[in-house]
């Protein structure tokens, strides 16, 4: 069966400071990736996403980066953070049958900048 | 560009009492629809999906969703709601052709004794 793992859970990092948050899938083959941040009352935004290795889209200009080095692993980045930045950060996989299939989510990094 | 709508942020109810969460999309060319559940501090899972056929999708957990293609609209219902169902609840739309869920901002059900 299909799992996703991240990691770390929660993270309390100061301004300023870089960021690297891991998502990995295992069970599945050249899955879609996804990051998604979720703010207090905004909802779920779509970061990140990715159709194969080295291949990233980016949905909104922002202060992070992402990175799929290899098939099952995506990477979320900063290299400077800001206070903004902080939120839950699910990572997300998707089947490519035709673009119908559903995500299935990791269980979320709580980022705090102080 | 696909968009969902959640008309309510929140929802509160009395345990065993039957409760709708509303949800609209904006297109209904090649439109698949999910509503998932979030539980505090985890992520995201699946209760249902509607990619065709019949308009009454059931779920996981007693729930159901109706997908009404005139009104644009994927409400999800369950008949009796308990303590545990207690979550946010979130509605999501993708079309045929783009590799992107768009999410709704969620409804957060509040099942109280």
């Known amino acids: 069966s299909q799992t996703i793992h991240q990691w770390p859970a929660t993270l309390v990092q100061p301004v300023g400071s870089p960021l690297s948050l891991e998502c990995t899938v295992e069970?599945?083959?050249?899955?879609?990736l996804y990051w998604y941040r979720q703010a207090a009352g905004r909802g779920l935004q779509l970061l990140f996403y990715s159709v194969g290795i080295g291949q990233i889209s980016s949905e909104v200009p922002q202060n992070l980066s992402a990175s799929r080095p290899q098939d099952r692993q995506f990477i979320l980045s900063s290299k400077k953070l800001l206070l903004s930045d902080s939120g839950f950060y699910l990572c997300?996989?998707?089947?490519?049958?035709?673009?119908?299939?559903?995500?299935?989510f990791g269980e979320g990094s709580r980022l705090t900048v102080l | 560009a696909q968009s969902v709508t959640q008309l309510d942020s929140q929802v509160p109810v009395f345990e065993e009492a039957p409760v709708e969460l509303r949800c609209n999309y904006s297109s209904s060319v090649s439109v698949y629809l999910f509503w998932y559940v979030q539980y505090p501090n985890q992520g995201l899972q699946l209760l249902l999906k509607y990619l065709s056929g019949s308009t009454l999708v059931k779920g996981i957990n007693g729930f159901e969703a109706e997908f009404n293609k005139s009104q644009t609209s994927f409400h999800l219902r369950k008949p009796s709601v308990h303590i545990s169902d207690t979550a946010e609840y979130f509605c999501a739309a993708g079309q045929g052709g783009s590799e992107k869920l768009v999410f709704g901002k969620g409804t957060k059900l509040t099942v109280n004794p």
């Open positions: 069970g599945t083959s050249n899955p879609n």
């Open positions: 997300a996989w998707r089947g490519i049958s035709g673009n119908t299939g559903e995500l299935f």
